[in-house]
C-alpha cells in the first residue's frame, strides 16, 4: 500500500507530540471520498493543537489542519468523482477527525464543497476558513443593512480573518476602521482598504455600558472585553458579526447596546454553516476577491516549516493568511 507524507500528533505525558512521518490508506478515517491534498492553512485552531495549549485534538493518533483543498482521486458517493477540485474547512476535520496536514485524506462527501470556478486551491487556502468565516461575517450584515455613512469596524484587522474581512468591506464600497495592536500593520492594513486604524488599547479596557455612537457595524473577531467596547459604540440599528474568542468567552457588557440602540449580535460559527449558504460563501469569494487581493495577504510555508509557526500566530505574530504547501 502507497504511503504518504504526514504530520502527525501522538499523545505523550498528556501532551501531543508532533511529527513528520508516513502514513498509509489504512490509517485513515472512513469516509467515502479520498483527496489529494494540496494545500492547508495556518488557523489559530492549528496553533493550538500543534503547541499542545488548547484541547483541540480529540483523539490520537490525530493530523492536525482544519481545512484543506485538493483533488479527488477516489469516491463512492454520486456528488465528486475523481478529479474533482475541493474544498473542506469544519466538521472537526483536524480535532476528531484526521485534516489537511497530510499528502491526502478521507472524508464524507457531504463536507465537501466543490471548488468554484476560477479560483485554484492555494487561493482556496490562501482564503481558508479564515477567510470563509469573514465572508460569513459580511454576509451577515449584510443581510442585517449596513449604515454606509458610517465607519465599519474590524477587530484583529491584521489576523487571518480579520485581514480578509478588511478587504472584502472595502471593495464592497465600506469605509473600514481596522483594529490593531501592531502599529507597525498600519501601512498594511490600509493597502488593504482601511481608511482608519484604531489603537487596539481604544477597545481592550472596560467600557461604560453605552459610548458615543461610532460604528455603522462590525466584525469582531476578538471577543471578551474587546466585544463589549465595540458593541458600547455601536450606532442606533447596527450590527456586530462576532465570530472570535481570543479575547475571552465571557461577555461583560449589559443589556442597554440591544435595548437602547437597537444593536444587534450577529453570531458566526464557520463550522455549523448550511450547506446551500457555505457554497453560496465561496461562489461570492471567487468572485469577489482577486487573486492579487489574496497574494496581499498570504505567505507560503511548507509543512515541514509549520510546527515552527504555531507559537507565532498564538502570540499575534502571524500577518494575514498563512498558507502550507502539502504536496510536491
Known sequence: MESFKALVAEQADGKPKIGLTRWTDADLPDGDVTVAVEWSSLNYKDGLALTGKG?????????????????VTESKSPDFKPGDGVILT???VGESWSGGFAERARVKSEWLVPLPDGLGARQAMAVGTAGFTAMLCVMALEGHG???EREILVTGAAGGVGSVAVRLLANLGYTVAASTGRPEQADYLKSLGASVIVDRNELSQPSKPLTSERWGGAVDTVGGVTLASVLAGTAYGGAVAACGLAGGADLPS???PFILRNVALLGVDSVNCPK?????AWARIAKELPA??????????????????????????VRGRTVVRIAG
Open 55 to 71: 484541547r483541540i485534538l480529540r483523539k490520537f493518533p490525530m493530523v492536525p489542519g482544519i481545512d484543506f483543498a485538493g483533488t
Open 90 to 92: 469544519g466538521w472537526g
Open 146 to 148: 449596513i449604515d454606509r
Open 254 to 256: 449589559t443589556v442597554m
Open 276 to 280: 446551500p449558504r457555505r457554497q453560496e
Open 292 to 317: 492579487e487581493a489574496l497574494d496581499a495577504v498570504t505567505t507560503e510555508i511548507t509543512l515541514e516549516e509549520l510546527p515552527g509557526k504555531a507559537e507565532d500566530i498564538l502570540k499575534g505574530q
